[in-house]
Structure formats: C-alpha cells, structure tokens
C-alpha cells in the first residue's frame, strides 16, 4: 500500500475516533481493522480492507502517535488557528491537522512539505469546499514554526 493510501486510512481512524472517548482508542482502531471491506451503490471500493502486517503497524503506529500528543497537538491547533475555536473546527479538518502536525513535530522521516501535500490533498478529497485553504494556511505557519 503506498504511503498516501496508508496516511488517509490513519486518517479515517482518527476521524471515527473523534466520536468516542480517549480510553476507546486503541479498540476503536482494531474494529477499523476488522471491518469488511466495503463498496458505495456504484461498486466502487469505498473501505478497502486488505492490510497486510507491516500496512496495519504503520497505521496504528501513526494514529497512536496522534493519540499520545493529542493534548500537545490541539493546542498548536488552537494557537495557529487565530480567533477559532477547537470546538468550531470540523472534524474532518481537525483529524487532518492533527495527522499532519504529528507528522510535522514527531515523525523525522517526513519531510515538512510532504506532510502539508498531504494534508492538503486529504482536505480536498473529504472536506468542504475552503477545508484545503484553512489546513494550508494552519500548517504553513505550523512549518514556520518548526
């Protein structure tokens, strides 16, 4: 599985794991692992759930990371977003910072731009029509920081 296909299922586990308590986390993204795969009415592969080992380990590894700095990170969220709540942001868009500023302050094999790419790229594909201005301009200054 190539590594953009592996980052947006740690983001779909992170974004499912915004609706449950903190202690839920770890068997929340177990069911991710154990759900079918699943098609949309027009057969199209919508939740594919062929993993192998070393898929499921990167994906754990990285929705874990997020999970154990989730306090540090919300408030690097809540710092660089000016005048905006945690609370306001919507879901999609707070899953995809959080991925991208774990990736950014923790994960040193991912390059700053690589991780803002994809943040952008996962906005584009799941949030609404402005969500990939507002994660560029969040994690553009998050990549100033560094």
């Known amino acids: ?3 953009h296909l592996l980052r947006e299922h740690c983001f779909k586990i992170l974004f499912g ?5 903190e ?3 770890e068997i929340q993204t177990d069911n991710y ?3 079918p795969s699943l098609e ?5 592969l919508i939740h594919d759930a062929n993993y192998s080992d070393g898929d499921i380990e990167y994906i754990r590894s990285k929705a874990m990371l997020v999970c154990d700095n989730q306090a540090e990170i919300d408030k690097m969220i809540t710092e660089l977003s000016q005048g905006w709540k945690l ?3 919507g879901r999609v868009e707070k899953s995809i910072l959080r991925l991208a500023i774990a990736e950014m302050k923790y994960d040193s094999d991912i ?4 991780a803002i790419n994809e943040a952008v790229e996962l906005a584009k594909a799941y949030g609404r029509d402005e969500s990939y201005s507002f994660v560029n301009a969040i994690l553009s200054k998050a ?4």
Request: no cysteine; charged share 45%.
């Open 1 to 3: 599985m190539t590594r």
């Open 17 to 21: 794991l915004d609706f449950y308590p």
């Open 23 to 25: 202690e839920e986390a």
């Open 33 to 35: 692992f154990e759900s």
């Open 40 to 44: 949309d009415e027009d057969d199209v």
């Open 87 to 89: 609370e306001r942001i």
């Open 111 to 114: 390059p700053v731009s690589v």
């Open 143 to 146: 990549g100033v920081e560094e």
